[in-house]
């Protein structure tokens, strides 16, 4: 299998009460494509940054991120984020205006992937992979449950044809029977379609699912046996 | 799901928001229309009026100005001197503005009454009312007193104001010539009633004399030998034409209007012609007095030089809205106490209170749209607040910040729109009533500061300036939305709108989408 995500020295800190507070401290770690992952680690260890840092949400202060290979910040985030990464949330973050599908949709005009012609065709058939159904696709956010607004936002993750999609906390807010179906979610995904995923979560439920399981401690990722 | 099609939903699907802005906007373009309407239909008023006087500017002697400078003068000899020299127009100043291009015709003119020499006047018809008059002269002796009934208009120029206006249409032989302005021949252009009256035709000649029963009676009685006809001008008529005036019969005046104040008994000649003959005459009269006397000293030159002056140089523009320019243009050239007048005093004064109105009208304008700026950019970079998750997610889907910021501006412009076509409607009939009731309020105020003075106004039969009123100006005010109008509202808004996003934009630009995972732990 091949390094999709590669880490090398990466150093992120901040000033807080006229001290700083190194996060990230020469950071490497290679992920490898189609590959299911959850990183663990105490609160406030520097998950959350780490992610945007991943995910092209934030920049790091040293060292480089590359993404087959090549520097995303050369690539530029933007493009990067665009075309390469989906992003889901903890409190699933779907715009609140528009459908489930429209939401979808949004990701498929965003991207420059190439993607067959008949986008909503495509993001029914995506929707209903997650499993939601047409008519609930067609609802407006604010009348599903959180489950199926985190389905979505899966959907949305992937709709693009992104490799990597990095989840932080995705089950947060979610009974333990929903957290079982958004898990098989993502080992589907890894498995059937080769889709890197890379989750942050306390849950030890979610890392026993996952192929591998990192610890982010004092500044360093190391795997877990 | 483009930036266009996101603005949509989002103003179609949180209907509480979009309307709220949508009034806001809608009571913003009321109050924008209002003062721009006012304003500008108080300008159309003015431009109205502009154009309804005549595009005339009058070159004239600045008595006024000389007068108060002589005030200042103690020294006797020095106020003598300045008397003897009072300010004159200058030939060639007169001449060098004929030849801008806005001037239309232009008339360097003499107006003298005269007395016809065996041929009638065209009467009024007042003349059964007037019984014969006497007059006395020096040592008391009565004498028949004849009226004058012929007015010469002596132009320099062939192309008189009368007939660039159609005033006067020669409709029988032609216009005396430029050329025969230069040799200063002896012709004529007389109306149709005075050729009618006495049988004229083009080609036929009749004599007419400037000087008065007194004067002829005097210079008989001096016992100086002179050549009677050369008291006399004998002119050729080349044309005839018909004149649009008439004497109003109704005037109150009308009893005791001379016969020369019939626009029918108005004889067009070379100005030329005219300083020859009158320079002749003088120059008898003036023999006769020094024969009376034999300290008297004449200088013929000066005697000249005195008919050469015209009684008015006025010009008739192209367009009455390039008076103010052309005066402004040329009122450097001039020489010290000339000015060229083009009734400006009058339509100030009648201006005073659409131009106090639209000052306040304008005023409000700036107060709202500033106000406008400022309600929108806080109430956008409040929302704002509760959209940071929104706008997050849309840069974690690598929309970039700029199409963010497009659809926000999207987003208003849509509202402003709609708010601002429905204040078209409303505030166009909101304009037409408190515009009536400020002017009203208006010239009300206004009128305790109406002066009385009729000095702006020119009634003698050569004023050139329309008689223009407040009322006639004030008719002209209506306030209507102009399609043009309309445009500076939607350009006025767009720029509200563009203003108003600059806060909430700099915002967009320094959000961090990181902060949107951070919060959510
Ligand atoms: N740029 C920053 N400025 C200030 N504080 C930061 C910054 N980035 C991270 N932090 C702080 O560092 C700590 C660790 O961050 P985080 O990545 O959220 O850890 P975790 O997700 O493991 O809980 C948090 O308390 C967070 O507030
Ligand atoms: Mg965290």
Do not use: C
């Not at chain 2, 483009?2 to 009571?27: C, G, M």
């Not at chain 2, 390039?322 to 050239?333: A, I, L, M, P, Y």
């Amino acid at each position: 299998m091949s390094t999709i995500l590669k880490l090398e020295n990466i150093n992120y800190g901040y000033i807080d009460g006229g001290y700083r507070r190194e996060i990230l401290k020469n950071l490497s770690y290679e992920f490898e494509e189609g590959t299911f992952y959850t990183i663990l680690g105490p609160s406030g260890s520097g998950k959350t940054t780490l992610l945007s840092i991943m995910a092209g949400l934030d920049k790091q202060e040293s060292g480089t991120v590359y993404y087959d290979g090549e520097d995303i910040a050369k690539m530029g985030l933007t493009k990067y984020r665009r075309n390469k990464v989906g992003v889901v949330f903890q409190s699933y973050n779907l715009i609140s205006y528009l459908t489930g599908l429209e939401n979808v949709l949004l990701a498929m005009t965003e991207t420059d992937n190439k993607l067959p012609p008949n986008h909503k065709e495509l993001a029914y058939a995506v929707l209903r992979m997650v499993g939601i159904v047409e008519s609930k696709a067609d609802r407006m956010i604010s009348r599903l449950s959180g489950g199926e607004q985190q389905r979505i936002a899966i959907a949305r993750a992937i709709a693009g044809n992104e490799d990597l999609i990095f989840a932080d906390e995705p089950t947060g807010n979610l009974d333990s029977e929903t957290e079982q179906e958004i898990i098989r979610l993502f080992q589907m995904l890894a498995d059937r379609f080769g889709k890197t995923i890379i989750v942050v979560t306390h849950s030890n439920e979610v890392s026993r699912f996952s192929d591998r399981r990192i610890l982010l401690k004092n500044g360093v990722l190391n795997d877990i046996r | 799901m483009n930036a266009f099609q996101r603005a949509w939903r989002y103003i179609t699907r949180k209907p509480t928001k979009t309307v709220l802005l949508i009034i806001t906007f809608f009571l913003i373009g009321n109050l924008v229309i209002l003062g721009l309407g006012i304003s500008q239909a108080a300008e159309n008023a003015k431009v109205l009026t502009r154009q309804q006087m005549r595009a005339v500017v009058s070159y004239e002697t600045d008595y006024n100005a000389y007068w108060q400078y002589i005030d200042t003068l103690t020294d006797e000899d020095e106020i003598n001197e300045a008397y003897e020299h009072s300010p004159r127009i200058n030939k060639d100043s007169a001449l060098k503005l004929t030849t801008d291009s806005r001037v239309k015709a232009f008339n360097y003119m003499t107006n003298t009454v005269a007395y016809s020499v065996e041929f009638e006047n065209v009467p009024l018809g007042n003349e059964e009312n007037k019984g014969e008059m006497y007059a006395s002269a020096e040592g008391g002796e009565e004498f028949v007193y004849v009226e004058p009934n012929l007015m010469l208009y002596a132009n320099m120029f062939p192309n008189m104001i009368e007939l660039a206006e159609g005033t006067f249409t020669v409709t029988d032989g032609r216009f005396y010539t430029q050329d025969e302005i230069d040799t200063a021949a002896k012709v004529a252009v007389i109306t149709k009633e005075l050729a009618e009256q006495n049988g004229f035709r083009v080609g036929d000649t009749f004599r007419i004399t400037t000087v008065d029963s007194y004067t002829l009676k005097q210079l008989k009685d001096s016992g100086m030998e002179y050549n009677e006809d050369d008291m006399n001008l004998e002119l050729e008529i080349v044309g005839i034409y018909e004149t649009k005036n008439d004497v109003d019969p109704n005037a109150q005046n009308f009893q005791w209007m001379s016969p020369y104040e019939s626009p029918k008994n108005i004889i067009l000649i070379p100005m030329t012609a005219y300083t020859e003959y009158q320079s002749e005459v003088a120059s008898i009269q003036y023999s006769m007095y020094a024969m009376q006397n034999p300290d008297f000293e004449v200088d013929m030159d000066e005697i000249t030089a005195q008919f050469d002056v015209p009684s008015r140089v006025v010009y008739l523009l192209n367009d009455p809205l390039e008076v103010e320019d052309f005066v402004k243009d040329h009122s450097e050239d001039l020489d010290e106490y000339t000015i060229l007048n083009a009734n400006n005093e009058t339509f100030k004064k009648l201006s005073r209170p659409l131009d106090t109105m639209s000052f306040f009208a304008n005023i409000v304008v700036w107060i709202v749209v500033v106000n406008a700026v400022v309600i929108i950019s806080l109430v956008t970079a409040l929302t704002l607040k509760t959209r940071e998750y929104e706008i997050g997610v849309l840069l974690s889907l690598g929309v970039t910040k700029l199409k963010v910021i497009l659809q926000l501006f999207i987003e208003l412009i849509l509202i402003a729109l709609l708010g601002f076509t429905l204040a078209v409607g409303s505030g166009s009939l909101l304009a037409g009533r408190v515009g009536d009731a400020v002017l009203d309020y208006q010239t009300a105020a206004d009128a305790e500061y109406e002066t009385t003075d009729e000095g702006y106004y020119w009634y003698d039969s050569t004023d050139y300036f329309t008689e223009v009123t407040q009322d006639d100006m004030l008719s002209k005010y209506e306030v209507s939305v102009s399609p043009a109008l309309i445009l500076e509202i939607y350009i006025l808004g767009t720029a509200v709108v563009l203003i108003a996003i600059a806060i909430p934009s700099i915002m967009i630009m320094r959000l961090n989408p990181k902060q949107i995972l951070l919060e959510q732990n």
